[in-house]
């Protein structure tokens, strides 16, 4: 008798500790993911874009661009260094309004 009451003790200590540990890492992740959508929402805010996630990819896209351009001048390369300047204007004019 006192045997399965201390197993059922044990069994309530560890999904105690196991809900504990449930519940920590759902605010956890709750946190970043409200973190996350804020940092989005002002960033697109702050541009005057979508919040979309084809408006993101397409902003990273873009920078991207711009960091070739840069690259391509540091490498003396002007053509080509306009050119992606170039394509990366156009693309961030694109989403931007």
């Known amino acids: 008798m006192q045997v399965e009451s201390f197993f059922e003790w044990l069994g309530q200590i560890i999904g105690s500790a196991i809900r504990f540990i449930i519940d920590a890492l759902s605010g956890l992740f709750n946190l970043l993911s409200n973190a996350g959508s804020n940092f989005v929402e002002g960033l697109a805010q702050a541009l005057g874009m979508d919040t979309s996630i084809v408006s993101i990819i397409t902003l990273i896209i873009g920078l ?22 170039l394509l990366g204007l156009w693309l961030l004019s694109w989403i931007i309004h």
């Open 64 to 85: 991207m661009l711009l960091w070739a351009a840069i690259r391509a001048f540091m490498n003396a390369s002007i053509i080509m260094g306009i050119i992606w300047l």
